[in-house]
């Protein structure tokens, strides 16, 4: 295990070329009114493009992420970043946090401050958890990747890994957003006794096909997940055809172009999250740059995107047919504006449900949109587990 800095895993020489990059974008034409009708416009995009070159503050950045200590570990062959923010009090339950796509570690950045060092973060007296926040294979700082067959059930049990043998942690709390909670699922299905529980951020249950349901199957008052899943389709399958039939493909373009592959990823940073369509409501630019450069700089946009094949093309590696499907106890926070949501009376009959809860507001990006609620909705249902 290799401790580093942000300087050490992403040379300066990389946000140099970065930046050079983007200054020779070669720019398409926008074809007649310039909205999101079509894809990202033209013209938000151009001032998006100054402003990374211009006023982005890569160092503020850098020099924050380095506030935690980072960790780099070789699990089963593969390279596996992480940060480790300890307690005060070692003793501590420790949590993993698990990210998505297209997410980085980095969308923690609000949740582990309050969660280690909640006295120093506003939160007096409350609990504080050993919090270690990995980057998934092929993504960011875990780079690179060389094998195939990185499912989420691998995903899985590199955590546990990580978690157990080599931080030494005999059971701990799990919670994750997107591919985070397809992997905390698993963790929940395969590998309940290492947990004390697995919070999800997005309603999946392994083996569940949302398309075997019906409405008939969502109460009266969930009628607005039938209306969110339905909107949100649209915006979920073009990027869920190409990155699961042939993302190979479309990663040659990704990876050469910084901007073409900041216009795919804000797209659904705009798309997926509570922001009324305007995504500067829900992100500021600097994290929007910071979460592009981070794919750019690192040459993972491509590895990324390979998680969509490698765990879609096949049924989902069940371990047994155990009922309930997550035996560790379960709780989901609900973020409204998310993609997909599943009624509660099939997650209490497929999970050990312990907490359920319905947020006011967020959506896809849910550490980042709305951190403290998250928060909150961690101590909720992990403290009277501890």
């Known amino acids: 295990m290799q401790s580093c800095t942000i ?3 992403l040379p ?3 946000i140099t070329e970065l930046k050079k990059r983007i200054s020779e974008t070669i720019w398409s034409d926008s074809i007649g009114e310039d909205t999101w009708d079509y894809g990202v416009p033209l013209s938000w995009l151009r001032k998006m493009a100054d402003f990374w070159v211009n006023e982005w503050d890569w160092d503020g950045v850098s020099e924050e992420m380095d506030r935690w200590p980072h960790k780099i570990s070789m699990i ?4 596996i970043h992480f940060i480790h923010a300890e307690a005060k009090d070692l003793e501590a339950p420790a949590i993993i946090l698990s990210h998505g ?14 969660l280690s060092r909640p006295d120093e973060f506003g939160f007096n007296g409350q609990q504080a958890f050993n919090v270690v926040v990995p980057s998934l294979p092929g993504f960011g700082f875990s780079a690179p990747l060389r094998k195939a067959g990185v499912d989420v059930s691998k995903i899985a049990s590199i955590w546990v890994e990580l978690m157990t043998e080599q931080l030494g942690y005999q059971k701990f709390c799990a919670f994750g957003g997107d591919w985070g909670s397809l992997v905390t699922a698993h963790l929940a299905h395969a590998h309940p006794e290492k947990l004390i529980g697995a919070h999800l951020g997005l309603a999946v249950i392994p083996g569940l096909d949302r398309r075997s349901l019906s409405e008939n199957d969502f109460d009266e008052t969930e009628k607005w997940m039938i209306e969110r899943n339905a909107e949100s389709l649209p915006h979920i399958t073009s990027h869920l055809a190409v990155h699961l039939q042939d993302p190979q493909t479309i990663g040659y373009a990704l990876t050469d172009s910084p901007m073409g592959m900041a216009a795919w990823i804000w797209e659904r940073r705009r798309n997926w999250s509570d922001c ?3 995504i500067e409501k829900a992100f500021e630019k600097e994290h929007l740059c ?28 069940m371990v047994n047919d155990r009922m309930p499907v997550l035996s560790a106890p379960t709780g989901l926070a609900v973020f409204p504006k998310d993609v997909v949501h599943l009624p509660k009376k ?9 907490h359920y809860a319905v947020l006011s507001k967020g959506g896809h990006f849910g550490p980042a949109e709305v951190p403290g609620e ?13």
């Open 12 to 14: 300066k020489k990389n």
């Open 7 to 9: 300087d050490e895993l």
């Open 290 to 317: 910071t979460t592009a450069a981070l794919f750019w700089c690192t040459k993972t946009i491509n590895s990324s995107l390979r998680l969509y094949h490698e765990h879609f093309k096949k049924s989902w590696p």
């Open 76 to 79: 089963d062959g593969l390279p």
């Open 346 to 354: 099939v997650l209490e009959r497929h999970c050990n449900l312990h």
């Open 374 to 386: 998250l928060v909150e909705e961690i101590r909720k249902f992990f403290v009277p587990l501890i």
């Open 101 to 114: 796509w297209p997410w980085t570690f980095w969308d923690f950045r609000d949740v582990i401050g309050p």
């Open 276 to 278: 009324d369509g305007d």
